[in-house]
């Protein structure tokens, strides 16, 4: 899995048991899917479509350092599959994980896109071909 994302908490970050707010964590996550499909697919409209079951194994506190790791799953025909693992830097520990999230890129009427791709590509790879 590939750790492209770290957040520092912050106290805005924080639930009232002084610990990261769930909710802010899976708006992370969303984000950074959004971001890395954007790229794979080439296409400025991918939006989320499906997140499965979180698991929330542990938390972060004030000050502590997380990574957000994404690793494709697959290619569907406008759609990319990701799951996701979100650790503590500083306790080492794997503080939530979302086996499936499917991003799915949309043409200009809001329908889904058929994107071609089957493959994880990079930017470096991309420019060679240009």
Not at 48 to 58: A, G, P, V, W
Request: with cysteine.
């Amino acid at each position: 899995m590939n750790f492209h994302t770290r957040k520092w908490i912050k106290p805005q970050d924080l639930n009232p048991n002084r610990t990261l707010f769930g909710g802010v964590l899976l708006e992370w996550i969303d984000e950074e899917c959004a971001l890395y499909s954007i790229i794979q697919l080439e296409n400025p409209k991918t939006v989320t479509k499906y997140m499965s079951e979180i698991d929330f194994r542990s938390s972060a506190r004030e000050g502590d350092i997380i990574e957000i790791g994404i690793e494709v799953v697959k290619f569907g025909t406008a759609s990319l599959t990701l799951k996701c693992e979100v650790r503590n830097k500083m306790t080492r520990e794997t503080i939530i994980t979302v086996d499936k999230i499917v991003m799915v890129g949309l043409d200009e009427n809001g329908k889904p896109k058929p994107h071609g791709k089957t493959k994880v590509e990079f930017v470096k790879d991309r420019l060679g071909d240009k």
